[in-house]
């Protein structure tokens, strides 16, 4: 084995010595993840599981003329109640802070009290828009139903109630963020608010962003990853169509391409 004169390995039999440990388990997890679909796919036909595609699709329908919208009203209530509680919470001890007693307040719990109403609300708006499609599944006849339509207005009222709720809670938690952190000059309301925040960042915070988008990156290549195959599976068992798949793939692939554009323009700048 090839050393440097410091006894070391050389870089190719390092790289090599790394692929040798990987290689084993790489492929015993293809090998596994091949039998587990092959077993899927044979007892899916041995017991005619394909049968349950009406069944699942009555149930969704079910799901979405009759819960969904009710769901979506306990959200439009129940958002702005939580949020605004860590919001105020948040802002109490941004109220009473000072340059003079910064030791004496805890900060970095307002912090996260205003992070967390922020995070309420974008998961919240997200959920929302999967009700809302959730509420369309009836179809035009569920509409024409007597309770249909009704209901579907209680789903568009109570989507458009959180989405207003969001953005107005997100821009108090950040105009709070501001007042804390004067240097920081954008509005919510900014179509290049991400941006202009980001400028207005020191170095340690934007290492702070640059691991948690690394975190998000691979949690969506992960997610994305599973749902691809779920989907492929479920497209020749319980005839989905390839549509959600569609779907799937381009949420991950604009979300790797955009991953590695940033990382060639940081290539070339440096």
Known sequence: MKTNDNGQ????????SENRKAIPVFILVIVVSMLAGF???????????????????DAGQAFGSMIAPWLLLLEAVAIPIISVVLYKRA??????????????LSLELAEKRLSYAIWLTSAGLI???????????????????????????????SFLAVLVEAILIQQKCVDAAKRLYPEKKASV??????KKWLESCDE?????????????????????????VVLALSAMLLDIGFLPSLSVCIVWLVNMSAYFKE???NTKAK
Do not use: Q
């Open 127 to 157: 959920i929302s828009y999967l009700l809302l499609a959730a509420s369309y599944t009836a179809g035009f006849d569920g509409i024409e139903s007597v309770l249909g339509g009704p209901l579907l207005l209680v789903a568009i009222v």
């Open 9 to 16: 390995l050389s870089v190719k039999e390092s790289i090599r």
């Open 39 to 57: 077993a899927i796919g044979y007892f899916s036909v041995r017991f005619g599981i394909y049968s349950l595609a009406g069944r699942l699709k």
């Open 91 to 104: 802002n109490k001890i941004i109220a009473g802070w000072s340059e003079e007693d910064e030791e004496s």
């Open 204 to 228: 340690a915070e934007k290492a702070e962003i640059g691991m948690a988008s690394m975190a998000a990156y691979k949690a969506t290549n992960g997610v994305c990853a599973f749902l691809s």
């Open 263 to 265: 990382c060639v323009k």
């Open 189 to 194: 309301y900014d179509m290049r608010f991400h």
